[in-house]
């Protein structure tokens, strides 16, 4: 299927969010997600998020510091 992952159309084979961010090496604990309009932090279980043919991907991590 292809997603729209960070603003580009991308081939996968994941069928759910955290599949897919694993293929991409991204640490779901730390990252934030917003995926089909809505926002998911690290207590959502993203393993429940399907990933769907056009679906749009987009993924932020928080860095603290000065």
């Not at 729209?4 to 994941?14: F, I």
């Not at 309009?37 to 207590?43: D, F, L």
């Not at 959502?44 to 990933?51: E, G, I, K, N, V």
Request: glycine share 12%; aromatic share 8%.
């Amino acid at each position: 299927m292809t997603i729209v992952y960070q603003g580009n159309s991308v081939e996968t084979s994941a069928t759910s969010v955290a599949a897919f961010l694993a293929d991409k090496g991204i640490d779901v604990a730390t990252a934030i997600v917003e995926y089909g309009g809505e926002i998911y932090g690290k207590a959502t279980d993203l393993s429940a998020q399907t990933l769907a043919d056009g679906a749009e991907l987009n993924v932020f991590n928080i860095v603290s510091g000065g």
